[in-house]
Protein backbone atom coordinates (compact mmCIF):
# COMPACT_ATOMS: atom_id res chain seq x y z
CA UNK A 1 0.00 0.00 0.00
CA UNK A 2 1.21 3.32 -1.02
CA UNK A 3 1.01 6.03 1.82
CA UNK A 4 0.98 9.70 0.53
CA UNK A 5 1.49 12.66 2.88
CA UNK A 6 -1.41 14.13 1.09
CA UNK A 7 -5.04 15.56 2.38
CA UNK A 8 -7.94 15.91 -0.15
CA UNK A 9 -8.35 19.45 0.76
CA UNK A 10 -4.13 19.49 -0.80
CA UNK A 11 -4.92 17.80 -3.52
CA UNK A 12 -8.30 20.30 -4.36
CA UNK A 13 -6.08 23.01 -3.80
CA UNK A 14 -3.46 21.63 -5.80
CA UNK A 15 -5.86 21.09 -8.75
CA UNK A 16 -7.13 24.43 -8.94
CA UNK A 17 -4.13 26.20 -8.66
CA UNK A 18 -3.33 24.13 -12.06
CA UNK A 19 -7.04 25.47 -13.45
CA UNK A 20 -8.44 22.21 -12.97
CA UNK A 21 -11.63 23.01 -10.45
CA UNK A 22 -12.60 19.16 -8.88
CA UNK A 23 -15.78 18.21 -7.11
CA UNK A 24 -15.81 16.33 -3.54
CA UNK A 25 -16.25 13.22 -6.28
CA UNK A 26 -13.01 14.02 -7.97
CA UNK A 27 -10.77 14.64 -4.80
CA UNK A 28 -12.19 11.90 -2.62
CA UNK A 29 -11.37 9.37 -5.25
CA UNK A 30 -8.00 10.78 -6.24
CA UNK A 31 -7.24 10.92 -2.86
CA UNK A 32 -7.74 6.95 -2.36
CA UNK A 33 -6.29 6.25 -5.32
CA UNK A 34 -2.96 7.60 -4.04
CA UNK A 35 -3.31 6.29 -0.31
CA UNK A 36 -4.41 2.40 -1.70
CA UNK A 37 -2.17 2.96 -4.98
CA UNK A 38 -5.35 1.47 -6.95
CA UNK A 39 -5.75 2.51 -10.34
CA UNK A 40 -8.73 4.99 -10.88
CA UNK A 41 -11.37 4.59 -13.84
CA UNK A 42 -13.08 7.55 -15.02
CA UNK A 43 -16.40 7.21 -16.88
CA UNK A 44 -18.67 10.02 -18.31
CA UNK A 45 -19.99 11.86 -21.03
CA UNK A 46 -16.96 13.02 -23.98
CA UNK A 47 -15.92 16.15 -22.88
CA UNK A 48 -16.70 16.28 -19.07
CA UNK A 49 -12.51 16.37 -18.50
CA UNK A 50 -11.72 13.09 -18.01
CA UNK A 51 -8.74 12.89 -20.15
CA UNK A 52 -7.57 16.46 -18.52
CA UNK A 53 -7.91 15.23 -15.16
CA UNK A 54 -4.64 12.97 -15.35
CA UNK A 55 -3.01 15.79 -17.09
CA UNK A 56 -3.99 18.27 -14.38
CA UNK A 57 -2.95 15.58 -11.74
CA UNK A 58 0.50 15.35 -13.08
CA UNK A 59 0.71 19.21 -13.11
CA UNK A 60 -0.65 19.53 -9.92
CA UNK A 61 2.02 17.11 -8.06
CA UNK A 62 4.63 17.81 -10.58
CA UNK A 63 4.86 14.14 -12.03
CA UNK A 64 6.21 12.51 -15.15
CA UNK A 65 3.28 12.94 -17.78
CA UNK A 66 2.84 9.27 -19.89
CA UNK A 67 -0.40 8.52 -21.94
CA UNK A 68 -1.44 5.90 -24.38
CA UNK A 69 -4.46 7.23 -26.52
CA UNK A 70 -6.36 3.93 -27.49
CA UNK A 71 -7.87 3.03 -30.99
CA UNK A 72 -9.65 0.05 -32.53
CA UNK A 73 -6.93 -2.20 -33.47
CA UNK A 74 -4.12 -1.17 -31.05
CA UNK A 75 -1.85 -4.25 -29.71
CA UNK A 76 0.12 -4.33 -26.71
CA UNK A 77 3.17 -4.19 -28.51
CA UNK A 78 2.12 -0.36 -29.13
CA UNK A 79 1.43 0.05 -25.52
CA UNK A 80 4.84 -1.82 -24.03
CA UNK A 81 6.83 -1.97 -26.73
CA UNK A 82 8.30 -3.73 -29.35
CA UNK A 83 11.44 -5.71 -31.00
CA UNK A 84 13.99 -3.47 -33.27
CA UNK A 85 13.81 -5.62 -36.24
CA UNK A 86 15.98 -3.92 -38.09
CA UNK A 87 18.62 -3.79 -35.67
CA UNK A 88 18.54 -7.26 -34.53
CA UNK A 89 18.98 -8.23 -38.20
CA UNK A 90 21.95 -5.72 -38.72
CA UNK A 91 23.44 -7.09 -35.31
CA UNK A 92 23.42 -10.88 -36.36
CA UNK A 93 25.18 -9.64 -39.53
CA UNK A 94 27.74 -8.16 -38.36
CA UNK A 95 28.05 -10.69 -35.93
CA UNK A 96 28.96 -13.37 -38.53
CA UNK A 97 31.18 -10.54 -40.08
CA UNK A 98 33.16 -9.95 -37.40
CA UNK A 99 35.86 -12.37 -36.87
CA UNK A 100 37.44 -11.25 -33.67
CA UNK A 101 34.24 -11.35 -32.12
CA UNK A 102 32.84 -14.97 -31.97
CA UNK A 103 29.83 -14.78 -30.22
CA UNK A 104 28.67 -17.83 -28.92
CA UNK A 105 24.77 -16.86 -29.64
CA UNK A 106 24.71 -14.47 -31.62
CA UNK A 107 20.84 -15.39 -32.13
CA UNK A 108 20.50 -14.77 -27.75
CA UNK A 109 22.41 -11.45 -28.08
CA UNK A 110 19.87 -9.75 -29.98
CA UNK A 111 16.81 -10.42 -26.95
CA UNK A 112 18.31 -7.51 -24.47
CA UNK A 113 16.70 -4.25 -23.54
CA UNK A 114 18.94 -2.39 -26.06
CA UNK A 115 17.09 -4.03 -29.21
CA UNK A 116 13.39 -3.53 -27.79
CA UNK A 117 11.91 -0.15 -28.29
CA UNK A 118 10.01 0.79 -25.16
CA UNK A 119 6.54 2.80 -25.62
CA UNK A 120 4.78 4.69 -22.85
CA UNK A 121 3.59 2.18 -20.63
CA UNK A 122 6.19 0.32 -20.04
CA UNK A 123 8.42 3.74 -19.91
CA UNK A 124 6.02 4.89 -17.13
CA UNK A 125 6.51 1.30 -15.25
CA UNK A 126 10.24 1.78 -15.11
CA UNK A 127 10.50 4.99 -14.72
CA UNK A 128 12.64 6.04 -11.19
CA UNK A 129 10.38 9.50 -10.51
CA UNK A 130 6.80 9.41 -9.88
CA UNK A 131 4.86 9.43 -12.08
CA UNK A 132 1.06 9.68 -14.10
CA UNK A 133 -0.11 7.47 -16.58
CA UNK A 134 -3.17 8.08 -19.13
CA UNK A 135 -4.12 5.07 -20.92
CA UNK A 136 -7.08 7.17 -22.65
CA UNK A 137 -10.83 5.66 -24.19
CA UNK A 138 -9.42 2.37 -23.53
CA UNK A 139 -12.96 1.63 -24.54
CA UNK A 140 -11.93 1.52 -28.04
CA UNK A 141 -9.56 -1.22 -27.86
CA UNK A 142 -10.17 -4.45 -28.08
CA UNK A 143 -10.84 -7.18 -25.29
CA UNK A 144 -7.67 -8.97 -25.67
CA UNK A 145 -5.89 -5.69 -25.22
CA UNK A 146 -7.65 -5.11 -22.00
CA UNK A 147 -7.06 -8.31 -20.74
CA UNK A 148 -2.71 -8.21 -21.09
CA UNK A 149 -3.33 -4.66 -18.83
CA UNK A 150 -4.22 -6.65 -16.43
CA UNK A 151 -1.26 -7.86 -14.76
CA UNK A 152 0.21 -4.55 -14.95
CA UNK A 153 -3.02 -2.94 -12.97
CA UNK A 154 -3.32 -5.65 -10.70
CA UNK A 155 0.05 -7.51 -10.02
CA UNK A 156 2.21 -3.97 -11.08
CA UNK A 157 3.95 -5.86 -13.48
CA UNK A 158 4.65 -6.39 -17.15
CA UNK A 159 5.97 -9.24 -19.13
CA UNK A 160 7.67 -8.87 -22.33
CA UNK A 161 8.83 -12.26 -24.10
CA UNK A 162 12.01 -12.88 -24.75
CA UNK A 163 13.13 -9.86 -22.44
CA UNK A 164 11.34 -10.84 -18.63
CA UNK A 165 9.27 -9.15 -16.07
CA UNK A 166 9.79 -5.47 -15.39
CA UNK A 167 8.22 -4.56 -12.33
CA UNK A 168 7.08 -0.79 -11.02
CA UNK A 169 9.83 1.30 -10.21
CA UNK A 170 8.16 4.73 -8.56
CA UNK A 171 4.86 5.71 -7.18
CA UNK A 172 2.81 5.15 -10.37
CA UNK A 173 -0.56 6.39 -10.60
CA UNK A 174 -2.70 5.20 -13.30
CA UNK A 175 -5.91 6.92 -14.62
CA UNK A 176 -8.24 4.55 -17.31
CA UNK A 177 -10.93 6.64 -19.38
CA UNK A 178 -13.66 5.34 -21.02
CA UNK A 179 -16.79 6.87 -23.01
CA UNK A 180 -18.70 3.64 -22.64
CA UNK A 181 -18.31 2.79 -26.19
CA UNK A 182 -18.11 -1.03 -25.02
CA UNK A 183 -18.37 -2.69 -21.59
CA UNK A 184 -15.05 -3.05 -20.35
CA UNK A 185 -14.36 -6.50 -18.40
CA UNK A 186 -15.20 -7.19 -14.50
CA UNK A 187 -11.63 -7.84 -14.11
CA UNK A 188 -10.82 -4.31 -14.90
CA UNK A 189 -13.22 -2.76 -12.84
CA UNK A 190 -12.02 -4.97 -10.52
CA UNK A 191 -8.72 -3.04 -10.23
CA UNK A 192 -9.97 0.23 -10.43
CA UNK A 193 -11.25 2.65 -8.16
CA UNK A 194 -14.60 4.25 -10.46
CA UNK A 195 -15.48 7.47 -10.93
CA UNK A 196 -18.20 9.31 -13.18
CA UNK A 197 -17.22 12.57 -14.40
CA UNK A 198 -20.69 14.46 -15.59
CA UNK A 199 -20.91 18.02 -17.02
CA UNK A 200 -20.87 20.20 -14.55
CA UNK A 201 -23.82 22.30 -12.74
CA UNK A 202 -23.73 25.87 -13.39
CA UNK A 203 -21.75 26.73 -9.88
CA UNK A 204 -18.98 24.95 -11.08
CA UNK A 205 -18.96 25.37 -14.45
CA UNK A 206 -19.08 29.06 -14.30
CA UNK A 207 -16.02 28.44 -12.29
CA UNK A 208 -14.25 26.35 -14.64
CA UNK A 209 -14.67 29.32 -17.33
CA UNK A 210 -13.63 31.82 -14.43
CA UNK A 211 -10.51 30.20 -14.35
CA UNK A 212 -9.60 29.44 -18.05
CA UNK A 213 -10.53 32.59 -19.06
CA UNK A 214 -9.91 35.44 -16.12
CA UNK A 215 -10.23 38.35 -17.79
CA UNK A 216 -13.99 37.14 -19.04
CA UNK A 217 -17.06 40.03 -17.40
CA UNK A 218 -18.97 37.79 -14.86
CA UNK A 219 -21.98 38.60 -16.65
CA UNK A 220 -21.44 37.25 -20.09
CA UNK A 221 -19.47 34.19 -18.32
CA UNK A 222 -22.68 33.19 -16.39
CA UNK A 223 -24.58 33.80 -19.70
CA UNK A 224 -23.10 31.54 -22.10
CA UNK A 225 -22.92 28.89 -19.50
CA UNK A 226 -26.60 29.78 -18.68
CA UNK A 227 -27.20 28.60 -22.49
CA UNK A 228 -24.28 26.01 -22.35
CA UNK A 229 -26.96 24.37 -19.89
CA UNK A 230 -29.59 25.11 -22.20
CA UNK A 231 -28.18 23.27 -25.05
CA UNK A 232 -27.09 20.37 -23.35
CA UNK A 233 -30.98 19.39 -22.20
CA UNK A 234 -31.50 19.41 -25.90
CA UNK A 235 -31.42 15.92 -27.88
CA UNK A 236 -28.30 16.33 -30.10
CA UNK A 237 -25.87 14.39 -31.97
CA UNK A 238 -23.02 16.07 -30.10
CA UNK A 239 -23.52 17.86 -26.80
CA UNK A 240 -21.13 20.98 -26.21
CA UNK A 241 -18.48 20.12 -24.24
CA UNK A 242 -16.80 22.42 -21.19
CA UNK A 243 -13.81 23.06 -23.85
CA UNK A 244 -16.81 24.60 -26.37
CA UNK A 245 -18.15 26.21 -23.41
CA UNK A 246 -14.98 28.09 -22.50
CA UNK A 247 -14.38 28.11 -26.88
CA UNK A 248 -17.54 30.15 -26.97
CA UNK A 249 -16.39 33.16 -24.02
CA UNK A 250 -13.22 33.63 -26.03
CA UNK A 251 -14.97 34.04 -29.26
CA UNK A 252 -17.12 36.78 -27.85
CA UNK A 253 -14.19 38.39 -26.39
CA UNK A 254 -11.88 38.19 -29.11
CA UNK A 255 -15.05 39.92 -31.42
CA UNK A 256 -15.43 42.62 -29.36
CA UNK A 257 -18.41 41.22 -27.80
CA UNK A 258 -17.75 41.38 -23.56
CA UNK A 259 -21.04 42.45 -23.44
CA UNK A 260 -22.56 39.26 -24.60
CA UNK A 261 -25.43 40.89 -26.95
CA UNK A 262 -28.81 38.53 -27.80
CA UNK A 263 -27.18 39.25 -31.49
CA UNK A 264 -23.41 38.19 -30.59
CA UNK A 265 -24.49 35.61 -28.46
CA UNK A 266 -27.08 34.21 -31.24
CA UNK A 267 -24.32 34.89 -34.20
CA UNK A 268 -21.42 32.74 -32.35
CA UNK A 269 -23.36 30.21 -31.20
CA UNK A 270 -22.14 28.08 -34.14
CA UNK A 271 -18.77 27.40 -32.09
CA UNK A 272 -20.48 25.18 -29.58
CA UNK A 273 -22.15 23.09 -32.11
CA UNK A 274 -20.73 20.03 -34.04
CA UNK A 275 -23.65 19.60 -36.64
CA UNK A 276 -25.72 21.18 -38.47
CA UNK A 277 -28.71 19.50 -37.57
CA UNK A 278 -27.61 20.27 -33.92
CA UNK A 279 -27.84 24.22 -35.35
CA UNK A 280 -30.95 24.53 -36.52
CA UNK A 281 -32.24 22.50 -33.22
CA UNK A 282 -30.20 25.15 -31.14
CA UNK A 283 -31.60 28.10 -33.14
CA UNK A 284 -35.54 26.61 -33.30
CA UNK A 285 -35.58 26.11 -29.87
CA UNK A 286 -33.54 28.69 -28.12
CA UNK A 287 -33.69 31.86 -30.53
CA UNK A 288 -36.85 31.87 -32.30
CA UNK A 289 -38.91 31.67 -28.53
CA UNK A 290 -39.39 34.87 -27.11
CA UNK A 291 -40.11 33.01 -23.60
CA UNK A 292 -36.90 31.28 -24.14
CA UNK A 293 -35.22 34.53 -24.94
CA UNK A 294 -35.61 36.02 -21.63
CA UNK A 295 -34.26 33.11 -19.50
CA UNK A 296 -31.42 33.10 -21.69
CA UNK A 297 -30.60 36.78 -21.62
CA UNK A 298 -31.38 37.35 -18.19
CA UNK A 299 -28.92 35.85 -15.69
CA UNK A 300 -31.28 36.43 -12.45
CA UNK A 301 -33.66 33.68 -14.39
CA UNK A 302 -30.94 30.88 -15.28
CA UNK A 303 -31.89 28.46 -12.59
CA UNK A 304 -35.31 28.23 -14.28
Not at 86 to 113: A, C, I, Y
Not at 185 to 193: A, G, I, N, P
Not at 237 to 259: C, F, N, Q, Y
Request: aromatic residues 6%; glycine residues 4%.
Amino acid sequence: MVKTNLNREYLKNALTDVNYIPDDDITTTLFLSLELGKPILVEGPPGTGKTELAKAVARALGRDFFRVQCYEGITFEQMVGEWNYQKQLLHLEMSRLNDTRKPKDPEKDVFGEEFFIKRPLLQAFINTSPSVMLIDELDKADEEVESFLLQALGEKEITVNDLGTFTLQNDLLVVLTSNSQRMLLDETRDRCLFLYIDYPDMEREVEIVKSLVPDAPNLLVEKVVGLIQKIRMLDLMKKPSIRATVDWVRTLLSTGHEDGSDESIEETVRVVLKSEEDRKKVNTTLFKSSGERIQVNDPSKRFK
